[in-house]
Each structure stands twice: as structure tokens, then as C-alpha cells.
């Protein structure tokens, strides 16, 4: 299936006031948010990539146009010359679209109908969230219905405590938040072509379309409570960092363990090793 993601945001809340970046593309290790997406997607079979592009858009350009497959995988360097003992893009197919600067999510996604409208599903994604959502396992669902789109489903990631007060001000429970019965949108989709029906132009991806969908009860929830991590602040973003860093990186289901284990051992004397992708 063709993976939609939704990359030309300006992420005020990542922006250090100093670098211009998309949020897409700061770094988990050594490889930009978008990057780990879309091994995600790769790892099941989906290579098919359509980039919406807008703010920043040359930078993720640029970094597709001069991507060094030597930063994420072995090779031998015999006589000058670069031999790769893997390989992470060759397979991809990527276009690249520009959605515009200030354009909504369902605007973009509009932008680029003429890409996925003659396929029978297609997936979507926000570009800045990671997750070990077993993909496959929620397409499959979907497939079995006939709801025009579906999203993925977590439980609420604040902190935050909710209570519940008496008409005289008194507290008579104190709950977290993720206790409740609560679900968040994931940033995970499938959808069918037809959410084109239901996206006004300038319109919003989740308030114009799948809340209306969802009224009728069109749209479906994979609830997932495994990993799931969003990007969206420098903190969020510094947590990933120090996941990957410590070597617990469950969404990146591409690596095995076997894969992992020989580099391993050959360091093991060399001191804390660095986590390789």
C-alpha cells in the first residue's frame, strides 16, 4: 500500500529559535524522525512513499538526494571504492509533493488524491510519532469492515491528575488521567479513497472528515497499549534520544536480534558501545 505522510509543518513546538528544520527531520541517533517512519512502514512491506511537503521542505529533499547508506549499514571500503553489505532505500519509491506553507492536514492530503485515489486503501501518517503497533494486524481489521477510515488508538501519555469535585468544593477522587477510560488519536491511519468525499478544501484531516465518520459510524479504533512515543516537543524528542542511546528502541522492528549480537561482541572490549541502526 502507498504511505501518505504528512511532513510540511513548521513544529513551533520542537523549534529551538535557532535551526529551521522540519520537526520531520530532527534526529533520533543518527537518522531524522521521518526516517525511522518510514522503516516502520518498509518493515511490513510498504515502500511506496508520498511526502507532503511544505515548510522546510529542502531539507528533506536534500536529504533524500544526498542520503548516505554507509550511516546505517555495514560495508567493506576495498580499493577506494564502497561496497554495501546492506541497504535501506534502494526499494523506496518516493514522491515528492508540495502541499503548500500554511496548509491543514486535510488540505494536504487533498493536494495529493491523484496519487492513492485509484488504489483500494492507502496508509497515513503524522511523521513525528513511533510506535511497535503491529501494522498488520490493523489493516487486516480494517480490511474486514466497511468503514471508510481507521486510527490508531492509544491511552492518554499526560501526567495529569482528574478529579472529581463536589458541589461544596470538596474532592472525592483523584484519578490519573491514564487510568480513565480515555483513548488518543495515535497519528497511525488507514483509509479508504473515499475520505476524499468528506474533506471540504482547507478543510481538517480528524474535524471536517473522521469526526463526522465517526458520527455515523464509519471509522475505526485499534487500540494498541504497547509503545507508541510522539516527537512533537524537545523533551519528547530527548526521551526518544536516550531510548535509542540506551539501546531500547522497540520500534524499530526492522532489527534483530541476531543482526545485533556479532557488532556487539566484537566491541564488547572497546567500552559502552554505541548503538548502531
Known amino acids: 500500500m502507498k504511505v501518505v505522510l504528512f511532513c510540511g509543518g513548521y513544529g513551533m513546538r520542537m523549534r529551538d529559535g535557532v535551526s529551521d528544520l522540519p520537526k520531520p527531520m530532527t534526529t533520533v541517533g543518527p537518522r531524522p524522525l521521518i526516517w525511522h517512519v518510514m522503516r516502520y512502514y518498509a ?51 518516493i514522491t515528492f509533493a508540495h502541499t503548500g506553507l500554511d496548509s491543514p492536514i486535510g ?4 493536494r495529493v488524491r491523484h496519487f492513492v485515489e485509484d488504489e483500494e486503501m492507502f496508509l497515513a501518517n503524522y511523521a513525528d510519532v513511533l510506535t511497535d503497533l503491529p501494522l498488520n494486524d490493523m489493516v487486516d481489521e480494517f480490511k474486514r469492515s466497511d468503514a ?48 476524499f468525499d468528506h474533506i471540504p478544501e482547507y478543510g481538517d484531516l480528524i474535524a471536517d472528515a473522521c469526526t463526522p465518520l465517526a458520527q455515523q459510524g464509519r471509522m475505526l479504533a485499534y487500540r ?17 534520544e536516550a531510548r535509542y542511546r540506551a539501546g531500547n528502541s522497540p520500534w524499530m522492528l526492522w532489527e534483530t536480534t541476531p543482526q545485533r549480537e556479532p557488532l556487539q561482541a566484537v566491541i564488547a572490549g572497546l567500552g559502552a558501545p554505541e548503538p548502531r541502526l
Request: glycine letters at 10%.
Open 107 to 110: 488540505e494536504r492530503l487533498r
Open 224 to 240: 494498541h497499549t504497547g509503545f507508541w512515543h510522539p516527537a512533537d516537543t524537545v523533551k519528547e524528542r530527548t526521551a526518544l
Open 43 to 93: 518493515h511490513f512491506g510498504h515502500t511506496e512513499f508520498i511526502l507532503c511537503l511544505g515548510y522546510g521542505a529542502h531539507h528533506i529533499k536534500d536529504y533524500f538526494l544526498s542520503y548516505a547508506e554507509t550511516a546505517s549499514n555495514d560495508f567493506i571500503l576495498r580499493g577506494g571504492k564502497v561496497e554495501l553489505l546492506g541497504s535501506d532505500i534502494q526499494d523506496w519509491n
Open 148 to 195: 471508510v477510515g481507521a486510527l490508531l488508538a492509544v491511552p492518554p501519555q499526560s501526567a495529569f491528575h482528574c478529579l472529581e469535585v463536589e458541589e461544596d468544593g470538596r474532592i472525592s477522587e483523584i484519578k490519573s488521567v491514564q487510568d480513565m477510560p480515555l483513548w488518543e488519536n495515535g497519528g497511525y491511519f488507514v483509509l479508504r479513497p473515499e475520505i
